[in-house]
């Protein structure tokens, strides 16, 4: 069981690559491949599985089976040796020179001794052990822990595997034919199960995991060199001491290829390491590597039609512990909850979007931050003055430093109450302890009306500059603070670029950044000056950031404009636009960014003239100066 997602990180991270010109599915992803500060990202687990994948192809080798069989032949061969040079009969130099002729090959070795009467009851055990352990390998190749399961086995035991392979591929024949039934494979499970582990529920499930293992011992094989596959094949005669193991082996595999001609049966790996495998080890190491490599492709994400429950949580398991599991069924359920809980929305073109919420959650942090950094200000508490002097809205909220408002006691005390029964702490009926976190305060909004336009340049310097994603922040501040605490209050988004337009909070998030030059404040005032004039009872606010100087006007028909240096047309149509500014009698507030000579002439100049004034913050400063100024203004 997952404890619940935290999306507050989530969406944070999200909202700051939209800002930033990312699309909210791609800020998604990439959420997804980072990960989390508790949760390692698709990136990390994928590097890890590549790792092991690594590891396992530079510490072994496949030579495990012909090494172990070489050291038990050389064993034997040095024990019958001494044995026979302790004897004095003609039979035993007859046995010298047989030992002598063997080849060198250790597969006709192994095959010349079949008829070898042993003198040595070590030198015999051993020589059987080759064909024990021989035979054990080879089934271990097709289902794992055999080659344990059978350490000592007898003849009653042998078999048994006899009986269940030819069980099994009657089983198979059947059913490449159609002809078998649930019931046929209940009674193979019945009489067969203890061979399969995994308890496959039908043929299907029985196919699956038995082919995938098939096709890993099939690329061992191609993974040998040409004397090491020479060596398997002969010593594999040999195994249990009959080829009839070999023959029922051959046959299962020819049955699995014809069901599951899908798997990669023709692949090869390269292991390069000191640590030999025996063919069922080398086989699942294999396995593992084919099943390393799938869950690497499922953590790209990179194929079409991608998704986070493509990822194998059992799979991961195995290979990586269930650390890596919970990881990834932590970072699937993070995205399920973006969407669920209505953060991510589809619009009409079938493009993911922020929706509301998440807009109204981004102004909420970007104002978070310019509310700690007003709240550093030596006796400066602006914005948390907010409707201090109006009346009461009805509602309460949470206290917060620098808030004169009266307490909500009711609400104060039934926190306290509540977050005392949840924490499991006795409450006594003279005492009730309270936390600053339990505060919240009555809310009141002040009556005055005011029209804001916030104009904000989205010219080519903002996006080189690094001004881009600080200017997004600081619209969402001011239009959280205006949304939920000025509510009476009417705020324009007005960006301007080569060209002016209106955007809402959420076109201005998700606007990407334009490489045409131009900074035409000429337009953007123009649109300033309507939302003034449809609000003619209102407070007329306007605030202007910028790092540019007015290179472009809108002419009669529509076009814009634009000459570097400033034309004098360009300068002569925006001082008139804010020379109508001031006839409406609006408070203007220029933000200067950048330390431009020319810059800093044209818009001091500007100012003076309406009787506004310049600011010139950095940019952590920015919003902070920018809400800051609002509230002057609007106090005013």
Not at 226 to 241: N, S
Not at 250 to 268: K, M
Not at 280 to 291: H, V
Request: no cysteine.
């Amino acid at each position: 069981m997952l404890p619940p997602v935290d999306l507050r990180e989530a969406l944070e991270a999200i909202g700051n690559d939209v800002l930033e010109g990312s699309s909210p599915r791609r800020a998604l992803r990439e959420l997804m491949r980072r990960g989390t500060a508790d949760t390692r990202g698709l990136d990390d687990l994928a590097a890890r599985a590549n790792r092991r994948r690594r590891e396992l192809l530079e510490r072994n080798h496949l030579g495990g089976t012909l090494d172990e069989v070489r050291e038990l032949l050389e064993r034997a061969l040095l024990a019958e040796r001494k044995e026979l040079a302790r004897a004095l009969d003609d039979d035993a130099r007859f046995s010298e020179l047989q030992l002598d002729e063997l080849p060198s090959s250790t597969a006709q070795a192994v095959r010349d001794l079949s008829e070898y009467r042993w003198r040595d009851a070590s030198a015999r055990e051993d020589y059987e052990k080759i064909r024990e352990l021989l035979g054990r390998e080879l089934l271990d190749q097709r289902f794992a822990g055999m080659k344990e399961a059978l350490a000592g086995a007898t003849d009653e035991d042998r078999a048994g595997i006899d009986a269940m392979l030819r069980d099994l591929n009657d089983l198979l024949d059947k059913h490449s034919r159609g002809e078998d039934t649930q019931s046929d494979f209940d009674e193979f499970m019945a009489t067969h199960g203890d061979y399969f582990p995994e308890n496959p529920r039908n043929t299907e499930e029985l196919l699956d995991s038995l082919a995938r293992r098939a096709a890993a011992a099939q690329r061992l094989r191609n993974s040998l060199t040409t004397e090491q596959r020479a060596e398997l094949d002969a010593l594999a005669q040999q195994a249990f001491g009959s080829p009839s193991l070999i023959d029922q082996l051959d046959r299962l595999d020819a049955n699995l290829r014809a069901a599951r001609p899908g798997e990669d049966w023709d692949g090869t790996q390269r292991f390069r390491g000191d640590d030999g495998m025996g063919l069922g080890e080398g086989t699942g190491a294999l396995a593992d590597i084919a099943e390393l490599e799938q869950l690497a492709e499922q953590l790209s994400q990179q194929y079409a039609g991608a998704q986070l429950d493509d990822i194998d949580p059992e799979a991961l398991a195995r290979q990586l512990g269930d650390g890596a599991a919970a990881d990834a069924r932590t970072l699937a359920e993070l995205e399920r909850a973006l969407q669920r809980q209505g953060f991510l929305a589809r619009g009409a073109d079938g493009q993911w979007r922020l929706s509301p919420k998440a807009m109204r959650r981004l102004g909420q942090s970007a104002f978070r931050d310019v509310a700690q950094r007003l709240s550093g200000r030596s006796g400066e508490r602006d914005t948390q003055r907010a409707g201090a002097t109006g009346e009461p809205t009805g509602a309460s909220r949470g206290w917060e430093f620098g808030d004169t408002e009266p307490w909500d006691v009711t609400r104060t005390v039934t926190n306290a109450v509540l977050r005392a029964a949840q924490q499991g702490n006795p409450l006594t009926s003279d005492r009730i302890q309270l936390q600053v976190s339990d505060v919240e305060v009555a809310e009141t909004e002040q009556r005055v009306h005011a029209a804001v336009a916030l104009l904000v340049d989205t010219s080519f310097s903002m996006v080189m500059d690094g001004r881009w994603v600080p200017m997004k922040r600081t619209a969402l501040a001011l239009n959280h603070l205006i949304t939920t605490r000025f509510r009476g209050d009417d705020l324009q988004l007005i960006a301007f670029g080569r060209l002016a337009q209106q955007l809402t909070p959420a076109e201005l998030a998700g606007l990407d950044g334009a490489w045409d030059q131009g900074t035409n404040l000429h337009h953007a005032l123009l649109l300033a000056g309507r939302h003034l004039r449809r609000n003619p009872n209102a407070q007329p606010v306007v605030l202007i950031v910028t790092d540019g100087e007015p290179t472009a006007h809108l002419e009669p028909d529509g076009h814009a404009f634009f000459d570097y240096p400033p034309h004098p047309k360009t300068l002569g149509l925006t001082v008139r636009e804010f020379d109508n500014l001031a006839r409406l009698g609006a408070a203007v507030t220029i933000f200067r960014l950048g330390d431009d000579p020319g810059l800093a002439r044209v818009v001091d100049k500007m100012a003076q003239r309406v009787g506004g004034r310049v600011v010139a913050p950095d940019l952590d400063g920015l919003g902070a100066a920018v809400v800051s100024d609002y509230m002057r203004l609007r106090r005013r």
